[in-house]
Structure formats: structure tokens, C-alpha cells
């Protein structure tokens, strides 16, 4: 069974930091691309970073890019998602997903107050 959770997520103050972590299970990590996703009150589910199996390659939203990075620890089944200098408008449920599976976590809440 595919397990994703999502942790590290809750309320900092704009320019505040937050690590979030993604812990998998039921299937075989280290060969598959990972995403974070997030979905803000009202808005729709967007892709805020991608990171391929090697962790070589990653992309971002552009809002995001230079502030947020995305990381994995292929031996500890878990993906990451460093963000700095954050926003009011980051505020949203924060997701992980396997890019290859149909399977979503429930996510952990980031609210940024200004």
C-alpha cells in the first residue's frame, strides 16, 4: 500500500522559514520522480516543485524559484522541501505525489502571516 506523509507544515510569520518533509512507503522511492504540490483557499492544486529519482534534475514555479528547494534522501524513503523568505501568498495546503502513481497524502497546512 502507498503511504505518503506529508509533516513540518504550520503557521510562520512572512519572511520565516519552514522544512517539510514527505515519508513514503509501498513502493520503490529511490526509482521514482517526486513532486510537491500545493492548493490555496479557493484555487486550484498547482505544482510548486519537481525533483527526478537521481535528485539531479529539479524545476520550480517561478514564484517560488530562488526561495523554495526541493531535496530527497533516497535511503530514508523521504523527499523535502526547504522554504525560506516566505510569503503571505504561500500560504496553502502543501502536498507530495509520485509521479507515477495516482496517490496523494493529506497534506500539511502553511499559513504565512504578513
Known amino acids: 500500500q502507498v503511504q505518503l506523509v506529508e509533516s513540518g507544515g504550520g503557521l510562520v510569520q512572512a519572511g520565516g522559514s519552514l522544512r517539510l518533509s514527505c515519508a513514503t512507503s509501498g513502493f520503490t522511492f529511490a526509482n521514482n520522480g517526486m513532486s510537491w504540490y500545493r492548493q490555496a483557499p479557493g484555487k486550484e492544486r498547482e505544482l510548486v516543485a519537481r525533483i527526478t529519482a537521481s535528485g539531479i534534475s529539479t524545476n520550480y514555479l517561478d514564484s517560488v524559484k530562488g526561495r523554495f528547494t526541493i531535496s530527497r534522501d533516497n535511503a530514508k524513503n523521504t523527499m523535502y522541501l526547504q522554504m525560506n523568505s516566505l510569503k503571505p501568498e504561500d500560504t496553502a495546503v502543501y502536498f507530495c505525489?509520485?509521479?507515477?502513481?495516482?496517490?496523494w497524502g493529506k497534506g500539511t497546512l502553511v499559513t504565512v502571516s504578513s
Open positions: 505525489k509520485v509521479w507515477s502513481l495516482n496517490y
